[in-house]
T-cell receptor, first 113, second 115 residues
Framework: NAGVTQTPKFQVLKTGQSMTLQCAQD?????MYWYRQDPGMGLRLIYY???????DKGEVPNGYNVSRLNKREFSLRLESAAPSQTSVYFC????????????FGQGTRLTVV | AQKITQTQPGMFVQEKEAVTLDCTYD???????LFWYKQPSSGEMIFLIY??????QNATEGRYSLNFQKARKSANLVISASQLGDSAMYFC????????????FGKGTTLSVSS
């Protein structure tokens, strides 16, 4: 009963370093998303993938890239981390139809120093 | 453009009392869905309740109900008989069809329940 699994849970990076956040879901969902959460800002969409093979920019895509590796996995890459990317990152998934309720991973707390 | 507004940064309530968390939304699309999520201090996002724009009745899930007023574009969450475990951040969110499938979130309301 894993649902949406994100790795790692915590990460500290130095400015300029790169890293990839991994996300996998076992609910056979078509759509997957990456959000970031900052204090007082709610959750803001970085990128999403409506179905396998497609990705689209969200509200705050600058500085990020994504890969929908297959139906299960959707990764988020920071090529050159900046302090402004210090945030909590959430991956989520939802079905392609119906109410489209999104189910979230546990989050990744990223600090860029 | 679609937007969700939550105007209450913080709310305080005593155990066993009811509380209403406000949410207004803005969209010109006729087909949309409204969601509420709970985020306890542990950080996970927990889905609470859903209301579709064509649903005739207000959604209910246990102690949670959604007061949907379409003309006013409001989707307030009502928690009846508050419990200490209800202390958390609450987010209102919206999804619009067919423009996209991603949820748009409000900034959240922190609810504190005291004994």
């Amino acid at each position: 009963n894993a649902g949406v699994t994100q790795t790692p849970k915590f990460q500290v990076l130095k400015t300029g370093q790169s890293m990839t956040l991994q996300c996998a879901q076992d609910m056979n969902h078509n759509s997957m998303y990456w959000y970031r959460q900052d204090p007082g800002m709610g959750l803001r969409l970085i990128y999403y993938s409506a179905s396998e093979g497609t990705t689209d920019k969200g509200e705050v895509p600058n500085g990020y890239n994504v890969s929908r590796l297959n139906k299960r996995e959707f990764s988020l890459r920071l090529e050159s981390a900046a302090p402004s990317q210090t945030s909590v990152y959430f991956c989520a998934s939802s079905e392609g139809g119906g109410t489209l309720v999104a189910f979230f991973g546990q989050g990744t707390r990223l600090t860029v120093v | 453009a679609q937007k969700i507004t939550q105007t209450q940064p913080g709310m305080f309530v005593q155990e066993k009392e009811a509380v209403t968390l406000d949410c207004t939304y803005d969209t010109s699309d006729p087909s949309y869905g409204l969601f509420w999520y709970k985020q306890p201090s542990s950080g996970e996002m927990i889905f609470l309740i859903y209301q579709g724009s064509y649903d005739q009745q207000n959604a209910t899930e246990g102690r949670y109900s959604l007061n949907f007023q379409k003309a006013r574009k409001s989707a307030n969450l009502v928690i009846s008989a508050s419990q200490l475990g209800d202390s958390a951040m609450y987010f209102c969110a919206m999804r619009v069809w067919p423009a996209g499938t991603a949820l748009i979130f409000g900034k959240g309301t922190t609810l504190s329940v005291s004994s």
